[in-house]
């Protein structure tokens, strides 16, 4: 089993930046691809950014690539999602995941445990 919770959300400005963080427990954090969601209201759980369980290989939607990076420290147990020049578009609920598999995955039926998310509301 493992417990991923999510933390870093709030508001800020268009152009601004904010860095979200997923700490996980439970069994061993290196052999899980993980993964960040989002969900805006009104709208379907959209893909953001997943990152291999060595962390050699990342993903993107093109909607945020180049301004997200994601990243993850193993000695830490800690996963992160830096993400720059935010857009009032970009606001949602943001939501962790992690997968049995190593590769990431952009599809949320690839992950097997889930957060409670964390608010991210950028104002123009």
């Known amino acids: 089993q493992v417990h991923v919770v999510e933390s870093g959300g709030g508001l800020v400005q268009a152009g601004g930046s904010l860095r979200l963080s997923c700490a996980a427990s439970?069994?061993?954090?290196?052999?899980?691809?993980m993964g960040w969601f989002r969900q805006a209201p009104g709208k379907e759980r959209e893909f953001v950014a997943a990152i291999s369980w060595r962390g050699g290989n990342t993903v993107y939607p093109d909607s945020v690539r180049g301004r997200f990076t994601i990243s993850r420290d193993m000695a830490k147990n800690t996963m992160y999602l830096q993400m720059n020049n935010l857009k009032p578009d970009d606001t949602a609920v943001y939501y962790c995941?992690?997968?049995?598999?190593?590769?990431?995955?952009?599809?949320?039926?690839?992950?097997?445990?889930w957060g409670q998310g964390t608010q991210v509301t950028v104002s123009s």
């Open positions: 439970g069994r061993t954090l290196s052999m899980y691809a």
């Open positions: 995941a992690a997968s049995i598999y190593a590769a990431p995955m952009g599809v949320d039926t690839g992950y097997n445990y």
